[in-house]
């Protein structure tokens, strides 16, 4: 399996951004896709996931600025990213989880910088 993420990249305090995650590979099975972040210093965290049924989660920080949404035809994850802050400024990972056997896979990570 393998994910390409793109779509980071530096943006002014309240800019937007998207980014892009594309699964290849064996991926049959796909039931939860997801952003993380890891800012410099800091352990990485969950900002939003999606299951194959739609159903969404997001960390408290970015609810109402971020948007998650996949296109499974295209096994694609997307993050919308808007209002952003200088604290949002992280590289952000995008991973899959696959059912039954819950095993999990990552991108590459993508850096985003929010800086004026």
């Known amino acids: 399996v393998q994910l390409q993420a793109s779509g980071g990249g530096l943006v002014q305090p309240g800019g937007s951004l998207r980014l892009s995650c594309a699964a290849s590979?064996?991926?049959?099975?796909?039931?939860?896709m997801g952003w993380y972040r890891q800012a410099a210093g800091k352990q990485r965290e969950l900002v939003a996931s999606i299951t194959s049924g739609g159903s969404t989660n997001y960390a408290d920080p970015v609810k109402g600025r971020l948007t998650i949404s996949r296109d499974n035809a295209r096994n694609t994850v997307y993050l919308q990213m808007s209002s952003l802050k200088p604290e949002d400024t992280a590289v952000y990972y995008c991973?899959?989880?696959?059912?039954?056997?819950?095993?999990?896979?990552w991108g590459q990570g993508t850096q985003v910088t929010v800086s004026s």
């Open positions: 991973n899959v989880e696959f059912q039954p056997s819950r095993r999990v896979y």
């Open positions: 590979g064996s991926i049959f099975g796909i039931n939860v």
